[in-house]
């Protein structure tokens, strides 16, 4: 099972294990995913273009920027774990295997 996935399963899980019930419930983890999936995304934008951009407004007119995707992420962030407050769950302890090692996470 992949990650995302358990990660999923583990948050509905302590739902249940809570006693909370309700569509709203599981929807606010839909909710939480779907900001996962958009910090995974920013997170590989920084990775893949830095924490400086450069930008070109004209031909000799250029510079560098701050990445965008650093300040989304932290926002991003920021309202997982506010959803996660708000259902009174915490972040799941997911063990991924990879081919090299085991990283715990």
Do not use: C, P
């Amino acid at each position: 099972m992949e990650r995302r996935q358990l990660i999923k399963k583990d948050l509905l899980n302590q739902l249940n294990g809570n006693g909370v019930r309700g569509n709203h419930y599981v929807d606010l983890i839909e909710d939480y995913m779907s900001m996962w999936d958009i910090k995974n995304q920013l997170i590989k934008n920084i990775v893949d273009k830095g924490v400086s951009i450069r930008y070109q407004n004209g031909e000799n007119q250029f510079g560098y920027k701050k990445n965008d995707s650093i300040s989304e992420l932290n926002r991003t962030n920021r309202q997982m774990l506010t959803i996660l407050n708000d259902l009174g769950l915490k972040a799941a302890d997911i063990k991924v295997v990879d081919n090299d090692d085991d990283i715990e996470l």
